[in-house]
Structures are given as structure tokens and as C-alpha cells.
């Protein structure tokens, strides 16, 4: 089956750093990735669609200087957290579609993010 | 775009009782309706998923029935096992934009041995 892999999976940073989170897809190309973030008792939210060789699309709200995106290769798309403070600690989701119709999501395990 | 609702946000059941999870969406254009466990700290799972060309689709203590007029579909758990508690998600896609998913809050299922 497809296999969505996230690193770190789990990050503890200090207030002003940048952390830089990597999704891969395993055993199949993906052109477009889409980030979510997800606070504790909360759902998924989509961030950005993230698109091999071109710019993410970002969703509303969420600020494309602070969380760049990066899908450089066929099977690799990367989240930077620029600056990060206390409030963008946060579990961070990646997931990749399926060919077809459908598009059934891949996920990856996803990062803890952390920011004292 | 989107908006996908989901209720009810908990829900506590007995083990082996049935325990049902709806959802409605707002954009025509989706015919994509997976449904996700998600446990604490872990990716979602997806358990069922029904796409709009079906009325209902079942997997053992699992089923998913899809009503496109009025844009709701919903989530049958029968049989019920404390292994079934965790937090269940809804979503909702169109063909259109690499599957692009909208979720619902989701519901956290608790059952009681």
C-alpha cells in the first residue's frame, strides 16, 4: 500500500527558531501534498496544498512567510516553521492523494511540534 | 467552499450497543465521504469510505450510507468494543484539486465495558 513518512516525528524548539518538517511519499509520486495542523481536541485543519515544482496555495488565515513550503521532488515536500513561538505548538499531518478519481489521502504519522 | 458538520461532538454507548456518527456537507461537487479514527497523538485511520455513485457501503461492524440530495451521510458502528473508543472524523471531497479534504470536528466515541 502507500506509505506516507513524516521526520521528525516529534520536535522541541526554542521561541525564534525555525523548525523544517519533511514529508515523503515511500512507494509512490505525489505532485501535490497538503500540510494540516491539528490542535489538541480539535480537527484537522488544512494549511496549504503543496505542489511539485510550483507554489503552495495556501488557505485562508495562514501566513505563507511564516510556514514555507517547499515540494521540491516527486516524493518530497517540506514544512518550515519560521520563527516559531509557544502558539504554533501544534501536531503537523502531511498527506499525499491517491491517483484517480477519488483521491484517497495518504497520511504520514505526523510531527509534534513543540515551542518553549 | 466546503463546510462539512458533524455530530454529535461525544458520544458514550454501552459495549455492544450501536453508535451512529452524521455528517453533512455543502458542496454538491463532493463525491468523496471517507471516515477516519484517529487516536490520541496518532495519524488518521481511514476505516470506510463511500464514494457518491453508492447509497451504502458495509465492512463487517462498520457501514456508511450517503444521502446526495440531502448532502448528509453518516456512520453505523454496530456491536460496539471499548477498542472502538477514539475520536472519529468525517470528510469530504470533490475530484477536483488532488482531493482536496474538508473535515468535520469531529466525534469522540467513549465505550463502556
Known amino acids: 500500500g502507500a506509505v506516507v513518512s513524516q521526520h521528525p516525528s516529534w520536535v522541541i524548539c526554542k521561541s525564534g527558531t525555525s523548525v523544517k518538517i519533511e514529508c515523503r511519499s515511500l512507494d509512490f509520486q505525489a505532485t501535490t501534498m497538503f500540510w494540516y495542523r491539528q490542535f489538541p481536541k480539535q480537527s484537522l485543519m488544512l494549511m496549504a496544498t503543496?505542489?511539485?515544482?510550483?507554489?503552495?496555495?495556501?488557505e485562508q488565515g495562514v501566513e505563507k512567510d511564516k510556514f514555507l513550503i517547499n515540494h521540491a521532488s516527486l516524493t518530497l515536500s517540506t514544512l518550515t516553521v519560521t520563527s516559531a513561538h509557544p502558539e504554533d505548538s501544534s501536531f503537523y499531518i502531511c498527506s499525499a492523494p491517491s491517483q484517480g478519481r477519488y483521491n484517497e489521502q495518504f497520511f504520514g504519522p505526523g510531527t509534534r511540534l513543540t515551542v518553549l | 467552499g466546503e463546510n462539512v458538520e458533524q455530530h454529535p461532538s461525544t458520544l458514550s454507548v454501552q459495549e455492544g450497543d450501536s453508535a451512529v456518527i452524521k455528517c453533512t456537507y455543502s458542496?454538491?461537487?463532493?463525491?468523496?465521504f471517507p471516515w477516519y479514527k484517529q487516536e490520541l497523538g496518532k495519524r488518521p485511520q481511514l476505516i470506510i469510505d463511500?464514494?457518491?455513485?453508492?447509497g451504502e457501503k458495509k465492512d463487517q461492524r462498520i457501514a456508511v450510507t450517503l444521502n446526495k440530495t440531502a448532502k448528509h451521510f453518516s456512520l453505523h458502528i454496530t456491536e460496539t468494543q471499548p477498542e472502538d473508543s477514539a475520536v472519529y472524523f468525517c470528510?469530504?471531497?470533490?475530484?477536483?484539486?488532488?482531493?482536496?479534504?474538508?473535515f468535520g470536528d469531529g466525534t469522540t466515541l467513549t465505550v463502556k465495558p
Open positions: 503543496s505542489n511539485e515544482g510550483s507554489k503552495a496555495t495556501y
Open positions: 470528510a469530504a471531497s470533490s475530484g477536483t484539486n488532488a482531493g482536496k479534504s474538508t
Open positions: 458542496d454538491s461537487a463532493s463525491n468523496y
Open positions: 463511500i464514494r457518491s455513485n453508492v
